[in-house]
């Protein structure tokens, strides 16, 4: 879709800020398995390629036993379509369309700054 190549930059900004937060503070404290995995679902999406189990619990700095939960609970929640061990996971229509909108508004930070230059 027209703007996906700039969604899903944003998207990986978001994931490069968040990996930053790893190399300086315990991983524990920062979590957010599920939202990293729709993530790099939706860049992967945008880029036309396949993203395996193994590789999204590793990208989403999930590990296995742990990546697996997230996954079943995404497809619970109708964010990853159902499918069987080993098949490539997919976002849903639905979260797709989510996260275009999400990605498509600016931050508050970025409303904050452009309100201070007018």
């Not at 080993?86 to 700054?113: F, H, M, N, Q, W």
Request: proline share 2%; net charge negative; glycine share 6%.
């Amino acid at each position: 879709m027209k703007g996906d190549n700039i969604r899903a930059h944003e998207a990986e900004r978001l994931l490069s800020e968040r990996d930053r937060r790893y190399d300086l503070f315990p991983s524990e404290i920062f979590d957010e398995f599920a939202w990293n995995m729709l993530l790099h679902l939706f860049v992967a999406l945008e880029k036309n390629e396949t993203m395996s189990e193994v590789r999204l619990c590793e990208l989403s700095h999930a590990g296995s036993a742990a990546g697996r939960r997230w996954i079943a609970h995404l497809v619970k929640d109708k964010q990853i379509e159902a499918r069987s061990d080993g098949d490539d996971v997919v976002l849903t229509g639905g979260a797709v369309d989510r996260l275009r909108r999400y990605l498509s508004k600016p931050s508050r930070a970025e409303i904050d700054v452009g309100d201070e230059t007018a």
